[in-house]
């Protein structure tokens, strides 16, 4: 079972930062696109990053210049670095490993941006 496990959520306050990690199984980790997803109450889930195996990344218009995804194939970790935090970025923030017919979510961490 392939298992993706975020951390690093929590409240910040707007103008703030935080980092979101991912943590994966190592048999997976180099060969796939990760991504960072997010689903504010009452919305649909949307794509934030993404990064692919070879390490080109793109991003929703609405966090670029603000955000940034990277990985660390030596920790299997996928990481995502959000600074200036706004209101609007609160959201449930979910990890993603795909390619081919592999698909896999982690469970999904609280971003809260609040004064």
């Known amino acids: 079972q392939v298992q993706l496990v975020e951390s690093g959520g929590g409240l910040v306050q707007p103008g703030g930062s935080l980092r979101l990690s991912c943590a994966t199984s190592?048999?997976?980790?180099?060969?796939?696109?990760m991504g960072w997803y997010r689903q504010a109450p009452g919305k649909q889930r949307e794509l934030v990053a993404r990064?692919?195996?070879?390490?080109?990344?793109n991003y929703a218009d609405s966090v670029k210049g603000r955000f940034t995804i990277s990985r660390d194939n030596f920790k299997n970790t996928v990481y995502l670095q959000m600074n200036s935090l706004k209101p609007e970025d609160t959201a449930v923030y979910y990890c993603?490993?795909?390619?081919?017919?592999?698909?896999?979510w982690g469970q999904g961490t609280q971003v809260t941006v609040s004064s």
């Open positions: 990064i692919t195996s070879g390490g080109n990344t």
């Open positions: 190592r048999s997976i980790f180099r060969l796939y696109a």
């Open positions: 993603r490993a795909v390619r081919g017919a592999g698909d896999y």
